[in-house]
């Protein structure tokens, strides 16, 4: 269908879901063991409701915000995610240029499929990208990556710390495939991944992509090492718990991505939306240390509303983006942010404000039930 027929993300993945390839759609959609973190993570915005105020003024609406300084066109960002080229030729390239031309902001996987330097070869003069970082074990090797990521112009680091093993996602461990010419140019690996994975274990594509990656990080050892070989802002992806919230805070990182791998790790991690929640009544403090953010289940403009009113900087968004490319190329990216921008602002003035600094928590209530 043309784009201009599809009016939410909803439709952006049931159309992606006709075009997808069969070993695309398993790795994109994939999650956890039962997949109940991958559901409860949409589904848990659904006990957050509003209290809208009327009588006040928002024909002047604006949803702009800023993230780690960088302007931001709405307060959404793309979350970093593998392998774009397998849902399109262009890959990651599609969401550079999608989000070049709508003033959001790219956060780049370390798994990328195509290089760090073609990417930012692909951004305009204004355009700033982020870096999601995993971490190498062997700390010179990680470092080479951290170095040459700063030395073309990447704007911040995003350690992930939810993914020292992959979660056992079985949808594409089932699923066959090639992983020719998509890692960076180079074959890794053909045939079923099946059999890839140390220990014996099965791993599918998450396993193969990150075999060599550090599990032995520590806040003690492996945030000072990542100040010592870069200036840049560091923000931590993954926290999944009010106590690591505290532990970020406290080891002077810029920012925290509370999330929980879109529900491909450990599956009954709390959806990000109620760690969120849990922080703003317990420690609100936190909010004035670092920026917070959250990703996983977003699917509405209310969504990302609600996550702002707790305290949310942004939020990052992960498959949406990828179907959306996959599906449409960068005009599928525009689309996705075109609906984002209409729902948050129709939501923003239906609450009453006009500014997202005007959100607060008192404009949501959480609920103990769930709606139909
Ligand atoms: C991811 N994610 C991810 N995270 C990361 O830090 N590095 C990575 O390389 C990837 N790769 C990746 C691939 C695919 C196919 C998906 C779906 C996700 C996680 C991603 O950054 C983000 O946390 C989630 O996608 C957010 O959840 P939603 O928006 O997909 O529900």
Not at 193 to 222: C, H, Q, S, Y
Request: net charge negative; charged share 25%.
């Amino acid at each position: 269908p043309p784009l201009s027929r599809l009016l939410s993300l909803a439709d952006m993945e049931a159309v992606a879901r006709r075009v997808l390839s069969h070993k695309a759609l398993s790795y994109y959609s994939s999650a956890s063991d039962d997949q109940i973190t991958y559901f409860e993570n949409a589904r848990a915005f659904s006990r957050f409701f509003f209290h809208p105020r009327i009588m006040r003024p928002v024909s002047k609406c604006d949803p702009s915000t800023t993230i780690l300084g960088y302007k931001s066109s709405i307060p959404v960002f793309i979350s970093g995610a593998a392998l774009a080229k397998l849902g399109h030729p262009d890959g990651e390239v599609n969401l550079t240029k999608g989000a070049g031309t709508t003033g959001i902001i790219q956060m780049v996987s370390s798994n990328a499929s195509l290089s760090y330097e073609e990417i930012m070869a692909a951004t305009n003069p204004q355009q700033p990208l982020f870096f999601q970082l995993y971490k190498h074990s062997d700390d010179a090797i990680a470092e080479q990556r951290v170095r040459e990521v700063e030395r073309l112009g990447y704007k911040s680091i995003w350690l992930t710390v939810d993914a020292i093993v992959p979660g056992n996602r079985e949808k594409d461990i089932k699923s066959p495939w090639i992983l020719e010419d998509i890692e960076r140019g180079t074959t890794v690996y053909e045939g079923s991944l099946e059999a890839v994975g140390g220990d014996g274990n099965v791993f599918g594509t998450a396993g193969a992509l990150i075999a060599n990656d550090d599990r032995d990080m520590t806040w003690e050892k492996t945030i000072p090492w990542l100040r010592s070989v870069t200036k840049l802002p560091i923000v931590i992806k993954g926290i999944q718990c009010i106590e690591d919230a505290v532990l970020a805070a406290e080891a002077g990182v810029d920012g925290i991505l509370i999330s929980n791998h879109g529900g491909r790790q450990l599956d009954f991690s709390l959806p990000p939306m109620e760690v969120l929640y849990k922080i703003r009544q317990q420690r609100p403090d936190l909010f004035d240390s670092l920026e917070v953010y959250i990703d996983g289940g977003v699917g509405r403009g209310t969504d990302v509303i609600k996550a702002l009113c707790l305290g949310a900087r942004a939020v990052g968004i992960g498959r949406p983006f990828l179907y959306a490319q996959s599906a449409y190329g960068a005009p599928g990216v525009v689309r996705i942010v075109e609906i984002l921008q209409r729902e948050i602002v129709t939501a923003m003035r239906l609450l009453g404000v006009k500014s997202v600094k005007d959100l607060g928590p008192e404009m949501v209530e959480r609920v103990d039930w769930l709606p139909r």
